[in-house]
Nanobody
Framework: QVQLVESGGGLVQPGESLKLRCAAT???????????MSWYRQYPGKHREWIAE??????????NYAVSVKGRFTVSRDNAEDATYLYMETLNPDDTAVYYC?????????WGQGTQVTVSS
């Protein structure tokens, strides 16, 4: 069964950085498909909130960010690896959450299982 797998979460101190990775275990989309690779996070007892996205469209690096993370988080992709990354800088305790990746294309919508990020001294 094809799925998305996140990695890279963990415990860091305030001000530190962390890089998350999301990759598919198999071929989710066809070689010519255009899809959006998004990152969300979820606080305990809250809905998941969108925080960043990038497409796999060639020759473009268009990205979008939520206000809460713009300037601190950077989303990127590696088409050769069929993976997306979320680099998080200057982390603070408010960034503590479970982080999920989501890939969406025509007729397809996949979520990863989530990875815990904890920012604490």
């Amino acid at each position: 069964q094809v799925q998305l797998v996140e990695s890279g979460g963990g415990l860091v101190q305030p001000g530190e950085s962390l890089k998350l990775r999301c990759a598919a275990t198999g071929n989710i989309f066809g070689a010519a498909d255009i899809y959006v690779m998004s990152w969300y996070r979820q606080y305990p007892g809250k809905h998941r909130e969108w925080i960043a996205e990038i497409t796999n469209a060639p020759n473009t690096n268009t990205t979008n960010y939520a206000v809460s993370v713009k300037g601190r988080f950077t989303v990127s992709r590696d088409n050769a690896e069929d993976a997306t990354y979320l680099y998080m800088e200057t982390l603070n305790p408010d960034d503590t959450a479970v982080y999920y990746c989501r890939w969406t294309g025509v007729g397809k919508d996949y979520w990863g299982q989530g990875t815990q990020v904890t920012v604490s001294s």
